[in-house]
C-alpha cells in the first residue's frame, strides 16, 4: 500500500466520521426538540381526582342557610331555642 493509498483511506475515514458525528448530531437536535415539544403541550385533565375525596354528611353547611344569630339581652347571652320567652321575662 503506498502513500497515496493511505492519504485516500484517511480522506474517506475523515469524510465518514463527519457524516456520522453530523446524523448524530441532526438526530440529538431531533430528540431535543421532540421532548420541548412533548414538554409544552396541554394534556387534558382526568374527570377523576387524584386523590379521594371524602365528605362529611352530618357536617354540612348550606351556604343558602345562615347561621343563627347570638341574642343578648343585658350583656347575657339567651339560648337559642327560647330568645321569645327569654325576652318577655326580663321585660
Excluded: C, Y
Aim: aromatic share 4%; proline share 8%; charged share 30%.
Amino acid at each position: 500500500m503506498g502513500l497515496f493509498d493511505r492519504l485516500r483511506a484517511a480522506e474517506h475515514q475523515g469524510r465518514d466520521a463527519a457524516r456520522e458525528g453530523f446524523t448524530r448530531a441532526r438526530t440529538s437536535l431531533e430528540e431535543a426538540q421532540s421532548r420541548l415539544r412533548r414538554k409544552m403541550r396541554i394534556h387534558p385533565r382526568t374527570t377523576k381526582p387524584r386523590i379521594p375525596v371524602f365528605v362529611s354528611l352530618g357536617q354540612r353547611t348550606d351556604s343558602a342557610t345562615s347561621p343563627r344569630a347570638i341574642v343578648s339581652v343585658n350583656g347575657q347571652d339567651l339560648p337559642p331555642g327560647e330568645p321569645e320567652a327569654a325576652e318577655e321575662k326580663v321585660a
